[in-house]
């Protein structure tokens, strides 16, 4: 969802013509990624890349603890995550000091996935009633949604992202956005959504004094926008992305979001 929703390059241009602050700003959303993988994988951004401000786009799904868990799997299986850990290998190695091993892996990883790429990209020609469909949310992980219940490890996960502000980096979350259409078939309307994800949300990010951005329903885009009912096309994504710069930038403003400058040594 982060994935396509976010054009960093809008965020960074939105922030730096009206906050009058010089960010560089990048997209590191992985796919099918719950909110129990992201403590590993921001302890391993603030590792490489030292940031100042790390946005965590969050949904009922990352923390339903019905989805994710293929991909928890295969994630700690990875020779690099093994390396991070501790765990050295050849291939682990490789992950780790060669960029052009990890080109590699980049491009093996696009011929394996290229049919599902192809489908993604392909929803766009056809019809937005085709498209918007959310009659397979007969998918019992789905129905999971109507009785959300937030999980302890997923829950763990976001508390290791949190954490990372004890090294000076300032964290937020934003609740990404999906088709109003769906939210009577995935969530149960609504009120049920708001029940069961937002309320608690806004508990935990209450007790734990972090910036929520709420986005739903998000009424700047129609369904022309929509690549699925999840998932933002290009002009959608550009729509969300300077919103999302927009708040940024307000609660720069308003005092809840500081962006602080990084001062390096002279060498």
């Known amino acids: 969802m982060v994935g396509g929703a976010v054009d960093a390059e809008a965020v960074e241009r939105i922030i730096n013509g009206e906050a009058g602050q010089a960010v560089n700003c990048y ?149 990404m956005p999906f088709y109003e259409g769906a939210l009577e078939p995935v969530f149960g309307g609504y009120e049920n959504y708001a029940d069961r994800f937002l309320a608690p949300m806004d508990t935990y990010t209450e007790v734990n004094d972090v910036v929520f951005i709420h986005s739903t329903p998000f009424t700047l885009v129609d369904e022309n926008d929509w690549t699925d009912w999840e998932h933002l096309n290009e002009s959608g994504q550009q729509i969300f992305s300077e919103w999302l710069g927009e708040q940024i930038v307000d609660g720069i403003a308003e005092g809840k979001i500081t962006i602080q400058a990084h001062q390096y040594a002279a060498d």
């Not at 490789?94 to 192809?118: M, P, T």
């Open 27 to 175: 997209n590191l959303a992985a796919g099918g990624v719950t909110a129990s993988e992201a403590g590993l994988l921001s302890e391993i951004i603030m590792d490489t890349y030292d940031p100042v401000l790390i946005v965590y786009g969050i949904s009922a799904r990352d923390v339903s603890g019905a989805f994710g868990q293929d991909v928890s799997d295969a994630l700690l299986d990875s020779a690099w995550i093994q390396y991070w850990l501790g765990n050295p290998s050849p291939g682990g190695w490789l992950g780790h000091h060669s960029e052009a091993y990890g080109q590699i892996l980049g491009v093996v990883g696009w011929y394996k996935h290229l049919f599902q790429d192809w489908q993604h990209s392909y929803k766009e020609e056809i019809p937005t009633e085709v498209r918007l469909r959310v009659d397979f949310v007969e998918d019992a992980r789905l129905y999971d949604l109507k009785a959300l219940v937030p999980s302890e490890s997923d829950l763990a996960g976001l508390d290791q992202v949190l954490a990372l502000r004890e090294q000076g980096v300032t964290v937020i979350l934003v609740e």
